[in-house]
């Protein structure tokens, strides 16, 4: 996908290219088996900014910049390469990594997500699976997940 970025005086302010599959032409079963992404539940975001105000506990957020594209895809989907790209006739793009447009996008982010913060002694919550939390002598760590 090709854009064309141009400030409010419709001057030139730069190109931009995207690769972006047709996940619209996704078959379940076939290019993707699940979709679902665990989200963070509203009462548990409100709950711990209840809590969090009530302990004046420092809050911070963040936004993960190309989320989507650290996924790790399991299952096997191939793209047709994008226009200007030369392959030979009747190849095509083997992707190895979620890209945005994708169904099983989301899936794959929390579960490259999830692995990491596993990795570093954070524990998800019984309650939500969407929260996680370490301890240590230091003091407790909470990380909220919001897609």
Aim: hydrophobic share 40%; proline share 6%; aromatic share 10%.
């Amino acid at each position: 996908m090709y854009k064309v970025k141009t400030h409010s005086d419709d001057s030139l302010e730069r190109y931009k290219a995207r690769l972006v599959p047709r996940g619209f032409q996704q078959e379940q079963g076939h290019d993707y088996e699940e979709t679902f992404a665990p989200v963070a539940h509203m009462t548990t975001i409100q709950t711990l900014l209840a809590v969090a105000s009530v302990r004046q506990w420092s809050i911070s957020q963040l936004d993960v910049k190309n989320a989507f594209l650290n996924g790790e895809l399991r299952e096997e989907v191939y793209m047709q390469p994008p226009p200007g790209y030369f392959v030979l006739d009747g190849m095509v793009c083997r992707l190895r990594r979620s890209l945005y447009g994708l169904k099983q996008a989301p899936r794959a982010w929390f579960e490259r997500f999830s692995s990491v913060v596993i990795d570093a002694s954070f524990k998800p919550s019984d309650h939500d699976p969407a929260l996680f939390v370490h301890t240590s002598p230091h003091g407790r760590t909470l990380l909220l997940l919001c897609l």
